[in-house]
């Protein structure tokens, strides 16, 4: 009895396309006489699943197999003969790559690498925004030969091997397959008379000078992409590029948070008590800002679109001001004498924090304190 042709590749009846491609391609690779020399038995069995993908990938031997279990013309054979199935050819093509690392034609195009470049700019310059300059090696064409590799034309002849074609044919057990020529690459042709500068290797290093837009209200981590400015691309394919990723220095008075920009002010006692106008630097200039009389550490006026700008256009934040009330380190004898004044006239009323802190204290407390 001949071998069921579903059970062979392990598929379901109504299996789709797809599938019995997936099927046989994994089961072809898995019993490929290359892989299992002298294996009669893998042998067999390559043969046995390419014969069921054959009918099975036909829908016209399939529906004749599934309505009277045999494939048309002959058992186990289309009239086509063997490896005359539809898609027999991409599969191979695919099955052979694996094997030989072959291809169906000649060096494909390949894209160039992208490049990465580390850029520091200032507090400032991420604010609004600046224009740069960045150094960088990479590879290009070579301008002496115009990235042919050759001194001149005369310089370069046809492949020998492949004759132009860039694939060769070779006998592989019972299949003719074609794989990439091992001597020139695939390029169908070779290089004799070498360019001087280059080598033959098509290409040079060089130090190239661009030019880099930092849009305004950049920050750490962000990138620039500049298409194109990567690596050349190989065998005609596109260059990749370049990628700058940023890092911003930190302020010797600001720091972000978000698209806002905070700064500690710090004022005197006097000030903060009885109230001031004071100037603080901005990153546009000097503002004037009150603080209110009886003002308390760590209160925050805001200066309105004085922070940094939003990095698609969609307006600015805000400078925060957040106030450090300063204690002196060193007083005059008149200076503690005047302070010790200043503690005996205070009452609850200049010192609303201190006294609701002790009437919490006392009703914790209180009651152990009595005992």
């Not at 981590?221 to 190989?234: A, D, P, Q, S, W």
């Not at 679109?305 to 925060?320: E, S």
Request: with cysteine.
């Amino acid at each position: 009895m001949p071998k069921d042709y579903y059970e062979l590749l392990a598929i379901h009846r109504n299996a789709s396309e797809a599938e019995i491609k997936r099927a046989f391609r994994r089961l072809a690779v898995q019993h490929h006489p290359d892989k299992n020399a002298g294996n009669k038995q893998s042998e067999e069995k390559f043969k046995e699943i390419n014969q069921a993908y054959e009918v099975l990938s036909d829908p016209e031997k399939r529906a004749y197999y599934d309505q009277f279990g045999v494939a048309p013309g002959a058992a186990g054979a289309g009239p086509g003969g063997f490896g005359a199935g539809a898609g027999m050819g991409d599969i191979f093509g695919d099955i052979f790559g694996e094997f030989f690392g072959g291809g169906r034609g000649r060096t494909r195009a390949v894209s160039g690498e992208d490049l990465r470049y580390n850029l520091t700019i200032s507090f400032t310059d991420a604010a609004f925004g600046t224009t740069t300059k960045v150094r960088l090696p990479r590879w290009e064409r070579c301008p002496e030969c115009d990235g042919s590799g050759a001194k001149s034309r005369d310089g370069v002849t046809t492949c020998s091997q492949c004759r132009g074609m860039g694939q060769v044919r070779m006998q592989q057990g019972f299949f003719s397959i074609t794989r990439t020529c091992p001597r020139c690459g695939g390029e169908g042709r070779v290089i004799t008379d070498p360019c001087g500068t280059c080598r033959g290797r098509k290409r040079v290093e060089r130090e190239r000078t661009l030019s880099v837009k930092i849009p305004a209200g950049v920050e750490t981590g962000n990138t620039i992409r500049l298409t194109g400015e990567g690596e050349l691309g190989e065998y005609g394919g596109p260059p990749g590029d370049l990628y700058i990723y940023l890092t911003v220095e930190d302020h010797p008075l600001f720091k972000r948070e978000g698209q806002d920009v905070l700064l500690d002010v710090p004022v005197s006692f006097a000030q903060a008590a009885m109230g001031a106008e004071i100037e603080v630097p901005t990153l546009t200039g000097g503002e004037r800002i009150k603080i209110p009389a009886g003002t308390q550490p760590g209160q925050v006026f805001r200066l309105r679109g004085k922070g940094m700008p939003h990095l698609r256009g969609a307006g600015t934040g805000d400078q925060q001001c957040r106030v450090t009330v300063e204690v002196p380190t060193k007083l005059t004898a008149k200076q503690k004498d005047l302070l010790k004044e200043f503690d005996c006239l205070s009452n609850d009323a200049c010192t609303p924090l201190t006294k609701g802190f002790l009437d919490k204290v006392k009703e914790l407390f209180g009651d152990k304190a009595k005992k």
